[in-house]
């Protein structure tokens, strides 16, 4: 049982008051459960409810247009009689064992050694870190090329495409608004 321990404190009308006095404890309190509300609603929005969808869908057949059709554990009994998707869970597992079992202590040693009092410190930290960022900047750049019909580069950018239709092409009013990704600076007839 705890009990706290009260002290005296003069009032400003001279009587004292009784008050529980605080053992070391931060008049600041913790944030109540509303603070965490905002983070729960979105994670479950955007994490919860679509792997529910995605279980619940694991049991119809469905192409994605019209009503999907329930049949059952079908769906499940075809993929674990799969022997290509037994060998690729295998390897899966077998690339989690070893990026963990690799990744994990050098990334801990490095971030040691990172930590450290070195000289020029900052200077490795950042060379360490230029590639996180040039791999988003060359997505970008990349896009960018391909998305601009007067790029130079443009014709190497339609290898992408197995076909030779545009991927952005809008039927109706609004088609002029997609030329720009079909390589064209007029608008196209339908």
């Known amino acids: 049982m705890t009990t706290l321990a009260t002290r005296r404190r003069p ?6 008051v009784s ?3 605080r053992s070391g404890a931060s008049s600041v309190g913790r944030p109540g459960f509303a603070w965490a509300l905002p983070a ?13 969808a995605v279980a619940v869908l694991s049991f119809t057949s469905w192409s994605g247009l019209g009503d999907p059709e329930f049949v059952g554990l079908d769906n499940w009994k075809t993929l674990i009689a799969d022997p290509v998707m037994l ?5 899966s597992l077998l690339f989690i064992a ?4 690799t990744q994990t202590p050098l990334s801990i040693l490095l971030g040691v050694w990172a930590a450290g009092n070195q000289r020029n410190r900052a200077v490795l930290s950042a060379i360490y870190f230029i590639p996180l960022l040039l791999s988003s ?3 970008s750049v990349l896009w960018r090329r391909c998305s601009i019909p007067t790029s130079a580069s443009r014709a190497s950018c339609r290898g992408f495409s197995a076909t030779a239709t545009c ?15 079909c390589g ?3 608008p196209s007839t339908p």
């Open 11 to 16: 009032a400003p009308g001279g009587s004292t």
């Open 19 to 21: 008050r529980p006095a």
């Open 40 to 52: 729960t609603i979105f994670f479950a929005l955007f994490a919860l409810v679509p792997l529910v």
């Open 87 to 91: 060998k690729s869970l295998w390897l």
């Open 98 to 101: 070893l990026g963990v079992v």
């Open 137 to 139: 900047a060359a997505i």
């Open 167 to 181: 991927w952005a092409r809008r039927r109706g009013p609004s088609e002029s608004s997609s030329s720009w990704a």
């Open 184 to 186: 064209s600076s007029r």
